[in-house]
């Protein structure tokens, strides 16, 4: 399948709609990664945040939520609809992230995501470094507790 007929643009508040839509279909809920509406509506218009969608056919398959400090840029929520991944929209995603937060003065990127995650390859093969582990960091609704890995990637000196 080809990702030539996906676009890649930025959002806002407006697409909280589509991003929850792309969420409640992507993340496995048994590991509580997942965010709720009002996290991201909370989030959203803080200074440095910024959204990206992935676009296909006049509906949102994708998303990146990315946030900017100083010259630290973290990805904070990476999701792709399941009958759209495989196809290299997440490889797109973190490329432009990655190219965002260089245009914004990032220096250093890094993200945090559940060990056992299949993204952990993903970020790995984009050059992300292993370089901490929170333990019981995500709860699931049953009670059960799994650990976040932090991944962090020099841009620049
Ligand atoms: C992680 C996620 C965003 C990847 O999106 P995607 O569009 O499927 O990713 P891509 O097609 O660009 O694949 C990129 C890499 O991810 C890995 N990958 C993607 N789908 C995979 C699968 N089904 N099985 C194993 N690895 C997979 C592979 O390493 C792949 O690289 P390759 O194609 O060179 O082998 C998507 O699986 C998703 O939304 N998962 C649920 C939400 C989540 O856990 N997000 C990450 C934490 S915030």
Redesign the pocket.
Known sequence: MS?LTVTLREGGLADLADVMA??DD???PC?G??WTASQCAGLMPMPGVWLTL?REDGGTI?FALSRIVADEAE????????G???????????ARFEALARRRGAARLH????DG???V??Y??AGFGLIGRRPHYYSGPDGQNYDALTFAKIVSI
């Open positions: 990702t792309v969420m992507s993340f496995e590991f990664e997942a992935a994708g990805l904070l929520l990476l999701a792709v609809r399941r759209a991944q495989g196809r290299g929209v997440g490889k797109s995603l973190l993200l945090e995501v559940r995650n299949r993204a390859k993903l790995e093969t």
